[in-house]
């Protein structure tokens, strides 16, 4: 498990951009027969990318799971989301099988003992991106494809910002204690997925970009409103980022992103806009 420290907003002016991508840039998410998990003390918040590839991965495989987290097990006192933007995979919790096609999502409730992923082709193996945060109480396990999500069209072909958002685990869709997650396809011809760009105090968030060929990028905006910055992202990475930095992102080109959230609250319109002539 790696280990990221929070970051001052007030140290983060300084960054360069090597500091940058140390802090808050994850890369290679997705290692054949792996499971990569990366652990910020932002809000407790797990990043993970499990690829199975001829056999299947424990959750807690190869992990100090008293050592990491002081629980005798991994989801004793956390939640976990994903979604699936490999093959088609299964993941198993405490004996039910979960069937995830690309672009299905999972919602697995604190405490659940046994959890494997497993790939149906190794050739083709599945990449299950996971989230897993603190949680309190227990609730259902949730297997949830884009027909359940909850579907949100925003933006236009004016403004380039032309989007759907898929809300997968959402108030409205599956019970949670404070995990929200979902997936935002960007229309073609369209780059900003938000713009103008806010911030949500109340909450952090996690970006994982995909969907991109491989000449193609990424630029994510955050720092503060007016100290921006950019983290130049490739296919399947993440950026960490803070709830004191601003949440926007340019491609190059049309790209998917999937987008994770914890905090105080889950009301997902709790953010506070920031005009483009406020911002530098």
């Given amino acids: 498990m790696e280990i ?10 300084h960054y360069t951009t090597d500091r940058l991508r140390e802090e808050f840039l994850i890369e290679d998410l997705f290692i054949p027969g792996e499971i990569k998990r990366v652990y910020s003390h932002i809000d407790r918040i797990i990043t993970m990318g499990i690829c199975p590839s001829d056999k299947s991965l424990g959750l807690g495989e190869n992990l ?35 069937t995830l096609n690309a ?25 299950f ?25 925003l933006g236009s072909q004016e403004s380039c910002n032309k989007r759907t958002i898929f809300q997968y685990i959402h108030p409205e869709v599956v019970d949670s204690c404070q995990l929200m997650m979902g997936l935002t396809k960007m229309a073609d011809g369209n780059v900003w997925n ?6 949500h105090e109340r909450r952090m968030e996690v970006y994982f970009y995909f969907d991109l060929p491989e000449d193609a990028a990424v630029f994510h905006y955050m720092g503060e409103p007016t100290e921006t910055r950019h983290i130049l992202t490739k296919n399947e990475q ?29 009301a997902f319109d709790d953010m506070d806009h920031i005009k483009i002539v406020d911002m530098k």
């Fill in 64 to 98: 100090d799971i008293w050592k990491t987290l002081g629980t005798t097990y991994f989801l004793e006192r956390r939640e976990l989301g994903m979604i699936n933007v490999g093959g088609k995979g299964s993941v198993t919790v405490d004996g039910d099988v979960f």
């Fill in 103 to 127: 672009r299905d999502g999972l919602y697995v409730a604190k405490g659940a003992k046994e959890v494997t992923f497993a790939s149906d082709d190794p050739s083709n193996p599945a990449k």
């Fill in 129 to 153: 991106y996971t989230l897993s945060a603190p949680a309190h109480t227990a609730y259902k396990n949730v297997h949830i494809d884009m027909t359940k999500a909850k579907q949100v069209d």
């Fill in 194 to 199: 938000t713009m103008p760009a806010h911030t």
């Fill in 4 to 13: 990221r420290q929070p970051a001052n907003s007030k140290d983060a002016k």
């Fill in 238 to 266: 993440a950026v960490i980022s803070p709830s004191w930095s601003i949440h926007s992102g340019c491609g190059t080109c049309a790209y998917s992103f999937i987008w994770g959230m914890v905090g105080e609250n889950k």
